[in-house]
């Protein structure tokens, strides 16, 4: 790794120099076009509001069994039995 934190490129075969995630390149092209297809437009914007829609609610979620879990270790009390046999 360099001092800025970038992987060598040229030797990822040996393991060291390999990021720990899989590396994803983007590439969008586009294409001008008069006026702009708005159907395209906008079933790309929805179909990214759902994604960050599920996001935030699978997020939601695991805070909430978090939360759920934390209350009920909170509320579990230790059983106060006094032993009269003895």
Request: glycine share 2%.
């Amino acid at each position: 790794m360099s001092k800025t934190g970038r992987y060598n490129y040229r030797r990822p075969e040996k393991g060291r120099n390999s990021p720990t995630r899989p590396e994803r390149h983007i590439t969008v092209r586009s294409v001008r076009r008069d006026p702009p297809d708005l159907r395209k437009l906008s079933r790309a914007i929805i179909a990214m509001a759902l994604v960050d829609a599920e996001r935030e609610k699978s997020e939601a979620e695991e805070t909430a069994e978090a939360a759920a879990a934390q209350e009920d270790t909170a509320n579990q009390k230790p059983s106060q039995d006094a032993d009269h046999d003895a």
